[in-house]
T-cell receptor, first 114, second 109 residues
Framework: DGGITQSPKYLFRKEGQNVTLSCEQN?????MYWYRQDPGQGLRLIYY???????QKGDIAEGYSVSREKKESFPLTVTSAQKNPTAFYLC?????????????FGEGSRLTVL | DAKTTQPNSMESNEEEPVHLPCNHS???????IHWYRQLPSQGPEYVIH???SNVNNRMASLAIAEDRKSSTLILHRATLRDAAVYYC??????????FGAGTILRVKS
């Protein structure tokens, strides 16, 4: 089945630790995205990538880093510089321009900082 | 401002139509309107999108006002599985979609 796989589904982290969330897609999509969602709120864009080896900051990139070495993979690292990292993280992909297409989302990773 | 305005919540009876409104008074002439929905603890799911004229697909219909300052998502017969948060989104800066808080739709049996 084609889709987006995020792992882990749940993750606990101690303060001061970096953590990397995995996102893999087998849809052959060019563009990939990371969103953050806090309880009762909408999604906020962290980073996005339209092609391999290129990515752009979204609205809340501080404290996060990404890489796009392969078309299928777009991992997100939550660094110790992120002040309030506890949240639900969603990865998405699109075949190209979302103006005329659609975003496909993974099932999310829930990060809790202890 | 790329925000859209939606009611915080709405309630519907099962098997009845649902009209979910959205205001986007500052929309530009080339911005599409997108609708997604999200079930609890899941990623959002695409519903429909359009630019000027009304759009239909197997999930819903999208009615866009003539001045494009508002739109309405229409679920023709609500089921319990349609209970979700519905997001009305303006496409912004090409490949960026900005999600607001959305409308919580509750469906009563």
């Amino acid at each position: 089945d084609g889709g987006i796989t995020q792992s882990p589904k749940y993750l606990f982290r101690k303060e001061g630790q970096n953590v990397t969330l995995s996102c893999e897609q087998n849809l052959n999509h060019d563009a990939m995205y990371w969103y953050r969602q806090d309880p009762g709120q909408g999604l906020r864009l962290i980073y996005y990538s339209q092609i391999v080896n290129d990515f752009q900051k979204g609205d809340i990139a501080e404290g996060y880093s990404v890489s796009r070495e392969k078309k299928e993979s777009f991992p997100l690292t939550v660094t110790s510089a992120q002040k309030n990292p506890t949240a639900f993280y969603l990865c998405a992909s699109s075949i190209g321009d979302v103006r005329t297409g659609e975003l496909f989302f993974g099932e999310g990773s829930r990060l809790t900082v202890l | 401002d790329a925000k859209t305005t939606q009611p915080n919540s709405m309630e519907s009876n099962e098997e009845e139509p649902v009209h979910l409104p959205c205001n986007h008074s500052t929309i530009s002439g080339t911005d599409y309107i997108h609708w997604y929905r999200q079930l609890p603890s899941q990623g959002p799911e695409y519903v429909i999108h359009g630019l000027t004229s009304n759009v239909n697909n197997r999930m819903a219909s999208l009615a866009i006002a003539e001045d494009r300052k508002s739109s309405t998502l229409i679920l023709h017969r609500a089921t319990l599985r349609d209970a979700a948060v519905y997001y009305c989104i303006r496409e912004v800066y090409g490949n960026k979609l900005v999600f607001g808080a959305g409308t919580i739709l509750r469906v009563k049996s």
